[in-house]
């Protein structure tokens, strides 16, 4: 078929990518334009009457009839070649001026199609770089509340520390004046001035390991110009031995007086007063009594 009696402008087809062709009932081309055979990839010999169109529509008949029985058009879309290498949107449009025929519209929508799937997966790629940002973001929030929340905390460590600096301060303070009372009182407790007596002559030298030691020197005037001396050692430093030591003296003077001549005696005496009052602790001693010049006698006992 040579001729047809509509027309449609070639450069519009062209233009919008659309082809015409003319459709018989039994939904055959009775006209195969050369720009919609290239894209339906097939051709119309030479002689042919009829060339079935798209595969896809067998079963359509009748939806096809009534659209050239004047009803009304339709349309098909998504339709894909049998090559799948393009899709068409198809759409039927009976011809007033010719019964029985319509004018067939096909439109390539591959390259929309392309589009809209690239526009579709870069949406999705956004989408997804939205969400690993706003993860990113929400954990990046999160590290900063906790940093922040481990300032705070360290702040109220430092603050702790400072308010326990100075209260170890203080009482480091207030022990070193007391350790400095202490040694003075000790140095009192232990202090003594020799004797001066032409048959005897005496020097000591008291230096503690700590402020405070456990050491411990007295001499004392007897009957007949004699002289009683003791020394002793009581366990342990600082404070305590200061107290043991004044209680060491206490009970020196005490037995002295009774049992001074008799070295081995008032060790025993002083040992039945001290052995339920030192707590633990324990003290090593020597006493002993000094004859004047004529008698040139010592005795002495260890304990």
């Not at 894209?39 to 798209?54: I, Q």
């Not at 025929?101 to 390539?108: E, K, N, S, Y």
């Not at 990046?140 to 460590?157: C, F, G, Q, S």
């Amino acid at each position: 078929m040579k001729s047809f009696d509509f027309d449609v402008s070639t450069i519009l087809c062209s233009r919008f990518g659309l082809h015409c062709a003319f459709l018989v009932q039994d939904f055959t081309l009775s006209y195969l334009s050369p720009g919609l055979a290239e894209y339906l990839a097939t051709d119309a010999p030479e002689g042919v009457s009829g060339l079935r169109l798209f595969p896809e529509l067998v079963g359509r008949e009748a939806d096809i009839k009534t659209a050239l029985g004047g009803i009304g058009g339709f349309s098909i879309p998504r339709l894909v070649r049998a090559a799948g290498a393009a899709c068409f949107d198809l759409h039927v449009y009976p011809l007033q001026r010719k019964k029985g025929t319509a004018l067939l519209v096909v439109q390539d929508i591959t390259g929309k199609l392309e589009a809209d799937r690239s526009l579709q997966q870069a949406h999705g790629e956004v989408s997804l770089l939205t969400e690993t940002l706003r993860r990113k973001e929400a954990d990046l929030e999160e590290l900063e509340e906790a940093h922040r929340r481990h300032l705070r905390k360290l702040r109220i460590v430092q603050e702790s520390l400072r308010e326990s600096r100075k209260v170890l301060q203080s009482q480091h303070d207030r022990m070193t004046r007391d350790l400095l009372m202490a040694e003075r009182v000790q140095r009192e407790l232990v202090g003594f001035v020799p004797p001066e007596v032409a048959w005897m002559r005496t020097a000591h030298t008291y230096r503690p390991l700590e402020e405070i030691g456990g050491d411990f020197m007295t001499m004392m005037k007897m009957e007949q110009n004699s002289y009683a001396v003791f020394i002793g050692d009581v366990t342990g430093h600082g404070v305590s031995a200061a107290l043991f030591i004044a209680l060491l003296k206490s009970s020196i003077l005490q037995v002295f007086s009774e049992f001074g001549s008799t070295p081995d005696r008032l060790l025993e005496r002083l040992n039945e007063i001290l052995i339920g009052n030192l707590m633990g602790n324990f003290v090593t001693g020597i006493y002993g009594v000094l004859c004047p010049e004529s008698d040139r006698s010592a005795r002495f006992v260890f304990a």
